[in-house]
């Protein structure tokens, strides 16, 4: 049972460029989170899914796309990345009223 | 929206002494988790609080849910080294249909030794 299982774990991105965090659960979880985490700002919610098919934009959408694919999986895509994107991004899942898991987590760097 | 607002952002704290972080939020909740963060790591949840005036121990941990559901505090006494971290609490609007859990900002511990 690995839990949330997000890839990469590290990435380096010049600015400009696109790329997709994947990530996946296998907990049967309904509800999926993409969080990003920077110095002093704590967790700050991109977006999130309530369920497959379903999306919703948290505090810092802009500059991502998410695809929930199924209700394993819920991947965040960078179309076109800038230096501010440069953070750690975690994913994250939970059945209401439950504990929420957390994946590791992905550096991404974006020169 | 529902706002979880967090208190302190930091914390630093000599060993041995006592720490508290507080969670408000703007409406009443249906529970609150708390969770930890060591430095380099995920948060990984410590507790579940969903009776109003529920106090819950582990060991030097103590947290409390408000008697309105509206917040909640966590006190760790005589803290340790190990203790380091940011704490976050996260909430769940009663009124919420989605079930969608709000963070708080997080309090970062550092304990001197």
């Known amino acids: 049972n690995a839990g949330v299982t997000q890839t990469p774990k590290f990435q380096v991105l010049k600015t400009g460029q696109s790329m997709t965090l994947q990530c996946a659960q296998d907990m049967n979880h309904n509800s999926m989170y993409w969080y990003r985490q920077d110095p002093g700002m704590g967790l700050r919610l991109i977006y999130y899914?309530?369920?497959?098919?379903?999306?919703d934009k948290g505090e810092v959408p802009n500059g991502y796309n998410v695809s929930r694919l199924n209700k394993r999986e819920f991947s965040l895509r960078l179309e076109s990345a800038a230096p501010s994107q440069t953070s750690v991004y975690f994913c994250a899942s939970h059945i209401r009223g439950n504990t929420i898991y957390f994946g590791e987590g992905s550096w991404l760097t974006v020169v | 929206g529902q706002q979880v607002m967090q208190i302190p952002q930091y914390q630093h704290v000599q060993e041995g002494e006592d720490f508290t972080t507080y969670c408000n939020s703007s409406t009443t909740l249906s529970n609150i988790q708390w969770y930890k963060q060591r430095p380099g790591g995920h948060p990984v949840f410590l507790i579940q609080l969903v009776k109003s005036g529920e106090v819950k121990k582990q060991k030097r941990l103590t947290f409390q849910f408000g008697e309105a559901k509206k917040n909640s505090s966590l006190h760790i006494t005589a803290t340790q080294t190990t203790d380091v971290g940011t704490y976050f609490c996260a909430g769940i609007d009663r009124g919420s249909t989605l079930g969608r859990l709000y963070f708080g900002r997080g309090t970062q511990l550092t304990v001197w030794p």
């Open positions: 899914s309530a369920s497959e098919g379903t999306t």
